[in-house]
């Protein structure tokens, strides 16, 4: 069973052991990878046609259908409803949009942004929790930590080990210096805040 703990008393939160083992982990990467690639955009709904500006981010991503990882889904959203009844408390919480498989290889980041939308847009459901699943093994590759502006922390992730976190906080991937970093992203809806 995978717990998850608070880490800095904030709306972040992480599995205290991995939510997939190595080989799990190896057969995210397989199918992100067969997927169609793209450069990464920028901006809400990137899936709807966000921007390409490599001065913000530079990675690869492929889109991971519902229907291809059933297994892999169900972990992720039975781990975020234990994670959000534990930690965030937010209403209605369920599984909007898939999964994202992301490749950063040497030289790639994400500068600081957020998820959910700012611009005023309506939004049904509303983002509210973000995930990070590291899908390689740390000792592969060196920069890419994952960091949050509001805490000033940077987070450490094993294999396989996920971090949920409030959509509205400020993050970013930090630049890859060296080999590459796999991962796995996800957010998770709801209806507004009251």
Not at 156 to 164: S, Y
Request: aromatic share 12%; proline share 6%.
């Amino acid at each position: 069973m995978i717990h998850t703990t608070p880490i800095w008393q904030s709306y972040i939160s992480q599995t205290i052991g991995p939510l997939f083992t190595p080989q799990q982990c190896q057969l995210i990467i397989d199918k992100g990878m067969s997927l169609k690639h793209e450069a990464a955009t920028v901006g809400f709904g990137s899936t709807e046609g966000g921007v390409n500006d490599p001065n913000k981010r530079i990675t690869t991503i492929s889109w991971i259908p519902f229907k291809e990882m059933p297994e892999m889904y169900n972990e992720i959203e039975a781990t975020m409803l234990k994670t959000n009844n534990n930690h965030f408390g937010f209403e209605g919480m369920c599984l909007t949009e898939p999964a994202q498989f992301t490749y950063y290889r040497t030289g790639g980041f994400y500068k600081w942004h957020m998820d959910n939308d700012i611009s005023g847009k309506p939004q049904s459901p509303v983002r509210k929790i973000s995930m990070t699943c590291l899908l390689s093994d740390p000792s592969t590759f060196e920069g890419g930590e994952l960091e949050f502006m509001d805490e000033g922390k940077t987070l450490k992730l094993e294999q396989g080990q996920a971090a949920f976190f409030a959509s509205w906080l400020q993050h970013r991937v930090k630049p890859v210096t060296q080999g590459e970093r796999k991962s796995l992203v996800m957010w998770f809806g709801g209806p507004h805040f009251k």
